[in-house]
């Protein structure tokens, strides 16, 4: 059927125009980048426009007004939509069906879609139309968090149910992310309750709250549910709610085993962290009001992940209006951001830390990187704990510091901050030295060489929570730890597949990619391998059953491995020293003795020296490239008695004979500082020579698992004794086994095996690489303001949307 009809819509307003005053503009719902096309009107007959739009997907998705309070959630009104839509309108022009239908605009056609079912739509159905006859309506001011943000498409329906048509305008944002924002301006209503919350205008005066803003203090709590008690019969929250004071319903449920009185004073402790935000409320205080309901402590059958808990403990009615948390015995927690779920255990910071994950706030604030010294947040892991080494000055970040931008490869060691502002950085977890220089600005010593530089240094700063290697990826479930060496200029990974019947060698393409592997023959083992090499040639190191095995390795062929005769079944180690390959090989009691290997001559291998050292594992060794030292990594009881703890040696090599020079523990010789697989010994350039670092394993759980550090040497020898020991990705990124590193044309290369479970593609056993192995993060940093988030996005956009009834 073909219709041919005049299609009256909204278009554009000029807000003088209006006869009636405008009700302050509301944010109403969000939609993706992919949503180009939006229009409004009233597809489910309740007198109340919906906002509908097409995404990119091609589903026409509508949402719906709930009580003319707040929007409902997206819905998909018809899937399998054709893409290209220019323009989309809500309007009555089938005189053959009921109410109004959706009109989708296309460059050469023109498609009508009837309603269907009680929200729904039929396929759409070419129409010959006049596009369009304009009305004007009100324009919505943009958002409050991006003023700036531009202006997409302007229409106008009857959002509240009045009668009345009320602007529409969706803008453009990208804070804090890239978004459609859909916001609302209220047509003002005739009568005493000009914006329609519930609360007369003379009330609205004689309380300080405005009579044309039916949301005076921007909570995402309208007036007269603040006035007038909650909706839908929702149960009421402790202290008493302001319209013109921001505030927070929070649900709170403990499990049943963790004492109550516990978990009363550290959720009531957590409050504090909102009230003492220093954004101004329209009454004139500051600060975020949280109101608590404590519901019945969860039952043992009824506990689990937060989500599941939640969705049982929160009845759909309150979904919009309130948030709900679960406290639970131990520490740490997770959260919806952005939303208005999540648990943690029972301690105030914690505990606080998740709300504000509700509240929209990031690890990173709008940062890349994680973990910014100069971000002071209780949401930055390096901060969530304690502020300046005192636990009970953590806070919410103001952004005092944001204008001052941080770039890891080119720092200057000089903050324009005083230094009372800045003293928090002398104390955990980054331990920078710092030094007035005049009342506005602090001499840092950025990588912790003991000095306060001219110019620019490079350094990984933001280590306080832990350090990151760059974008982690898969590349095969394998049964042993992985090895990395340089072959040529080329990196090469070393693998065992899951059932240990080949060592398997791939070459880095330079793009975070490998080569198809190439399996070496005859190389069974489920032993960890071990690769180095000297010039155009690579020697891979396996155990079998009797004794260590080798294969020559070159960018185009693989060698028949062979045995290495006395070698036995001992732990084998290996590194380069002056063009040669050391191997070293450690007994059971601990005993290391170093033999030199020569692939061209019968013996292979020299005969044994003991070396000045033991260990529990495999040494890591490596050649300083400056002095010419050689350098040992072993993990052996330290003077407190602390086992497996590393420690250094340095070695002078002379012919054949390895002598040492100085052994020192790692962080102090008190300290505890785990090594438990074999350690990686790695170089890395500086301008004042070559700076050591050593890849290492921490203490195994008792589950076998463990988590992975690095170790590096400084010159502030005030600081760990010049050691700064850093975890590698997180506490949940956990191994079996040892880690590798690889300096290369491709990169500095880490790899580890997961192994904490299942998560996503990340499966247990699975070898990852990862190509940021310095730490030198690309992105700059800074701080944040969270205040501003909070109160100007947080606080409304994690109960935006309501679930109709």
């Known amino acids: 059927m073909l219709l041919t009809a005049v299609l009256s819509f909204v278009l554009g307003a000029d807000l003088a125009t209006n006869r009636s005053p405008v009700v302050q503009s509301d944010d109403w719902i969000t939609a993706g980048y992919d949503c180009a096309v939006f229009g409004a009107g009233d597809l489910d007959g309740d007198g109340r426009a919906e906002i ?116 529409i305008t969706v803008f453009s944002a990208t804070r804090p992310h890239e978004h459609r924002v859909v916001r609302i301006a209220i047509t003002a209503h005739d009568g005493p309750d000009a914006d329609g919350d519930g609360v007369a205008d003379a009330k609205e005066r004689e309380i300080g709250s405005d009579p044309l803003d039916r949301d005076t203090d921007d909570d995402g709590l309208p007036d007269g549910w603040e006035v007038n008690g909650l909706p839908r019969g929702i149960e009421p929250f402790e202290g008493v709610l302001s319209p013109t004071r921001r505030d927070v319903l929070l649900l709170v449920s403990r499990y049943v085993e963790l004492d109550e009185a516990t978990a009363k004073r550290e959720v009531e402790k957590s409050k504090r962290l909102y ?226 019947t080949a060592v398997s060698v791939r070459a880095c393409t330079g793009d975070g990619q490998w080569t198809a592997p190439r399996p070496i023959p005859n190389s069974s083992t489920r032993s960890d391998p071990v690769g180095v090499s000297v010039g155009s040639e690579g020697f891979v190191f396996f155990r079998m059953q009797r004794a260590w095995f080798v294969a020559r390795v070159t960018g185009e062929a693989i060698d028949t491995p062979v045995e290495l005769d006395g070698t036995g079944t001992r732990d084998l180690a290996a590194c380069v020293v002056g063009g040669r390959v050391l191997v070293l090989l450690r007994a059971d009691d601990d005993a290391v003795v170093a033999r030199w290997f020569d692939w061209s001559s019968k013996e292979r291998l020299s005969a044994p020296q ?17 002095s010419g030292r050689l350098v040992f990594a072993t993990s052996v009881k330290n003077p407190a008695t602390s086992d497996w703890c590393l420690r250094v040696t340095w070695c002078q090599v002379d012919g054949d004979r390895i002598t040492e020079l100085e052994s020192r523990w790692t962080r102090g010789e008190y300290a505890t500082n785990h090594c438990t697989t074999r350690p990686v010994v790695a170089f890395r350039a500086v301008p004042t020579g070559s700076e050591l670092n050593i890849f290492h394993t921490g203490w195994f759980g008792a589950n076998g698992l463990t988590t992975a550090w690095r170790t590096k040497q400084v010159g502030n020898r005030q600081l760990d004794d010049g050691w700064l020991t850093c975890l590698l990705y997180d506490e949940w990124t956990l191994t079996r086994v040892g880690v590798a590193f690889a300096d290369g044309p491709q990169g500095a290369i880490y790899s580890y095996r ?52």
């Not at 300046?388 to 953590?394: M, R, T, V």
């Not at 003991?610 to 400056?626: E, K, M, R």
């Not at 192994?755 to 992105?779: E, K, R, S, Y």
Request: include cysteine; proline fraction near 8%.
């Open 754 to 805: 997961w192994d904490p479970g299942d998560h996503g593609d990340m499966t247990v056993n699975m070898v990852q690489t990862a190509h940021n192995g310095w730490g030198i993060d690309a992105d700059p940093m800074r701080d944040f303001d969270d205040c501003a988030k909070i109160t100007q996005w947080g606080i409304r956009h994690s109960i935006l949307l309501m679930r109709p009834e």
């Open 610 to 626: 003991l070396l000045p050292i033991t260990s529990h594992v495999p040494p890591g060794c490596a050649q300083d490239p400056t």
């Open 275 to 500: 009230s003492a935000i220093p954004t101004p409320n329209v009454d004139g205080t500051t600060g975020v009001t949280v109101h608590l309901r404590w519901t019945e402590p969860i039952r043992p059958e009824h506990q689990g992940a937060w989500w599941s808990v939640g969705n049982r403990v929160v009845l759909p009615k309150e979904r919009g209006v309130v948030h709900w948390m679960q406290v639970t015995p131990g520490g740490g927690g997770q959260a919806q951001q952005t939303g208005d779920m999540g648990g943690a255990g029972a301690h105030w910071a914690a505990f606080g830390h998740e709300v504000g994950h509700q509240l929209s706030l990031a690890h990173e604030g709008d940062s890349r990187p994680a973990w910014c010294p100069l971000y002071p947040s209780l949401m930055n892991y390096a901060f969530n704990y304690s502020l300046g080494g005192n636990g009970e000055a953590i806070r919410f970040s103001d952004g005092r510091f944001a204008s001052h931008e941080l770039r890891e490869s080119s720092l200057v060691e000089r903050l324009p901050f005083a230094f009372d502002e800045v003293k928090y950085l002398a104390e955990g977890p980054f331990h920078f030295s710092l030094k007035a220089d005049g009342d506005r600005s602090t001499l840092i010593d950025w990588n912790h060489n003991g000095a306060f530089d001219e110019g620019t240094v490079e350094a990984d700063i933001n280590y306080g929570g832990s350090t990151h290697c760059g974008t982690r990826r898969n590349v095969e479930n394998c049964s042993t730890a992985p090895a990395l060496f340089v072959l040529g200029g080329v990196t090469q990974l070393i693998t065992v597949d899951m059932k240990g």
């Open 52 to 167: 509908v739009t097409l995404n990119g997907g091609g589903a026409l998705c509508g949402a719906r007004s709930v009580g003319g309070w707040k929007c409902g959630v997206w819905e998909v009104l018809r899937p399998n939509v054709p893409q290209g839509a220019t323009e989309l309108a809500v309007a009555d022009v089938d005189p053959d069906s009921p109410g109004n239908e959706l009109v989708l605009r296309y460059p050469d056609r023109t498609l009508v879609h009837r309603r269907s079912g009680p929200f729904g739509l039929e396929e759409g159905r070419a129409v010959d139309i006049a596009w369009p006859s304009l009305v004007k309506a009100p324009l919505a001011e943009p958002p409050p968090y991006e003023p700036d943000a531009a202006e997409l498409m302007h229409t106008g329906a009857d959002i509240d149910g009045d009668g009345r048509l009320d602007g």
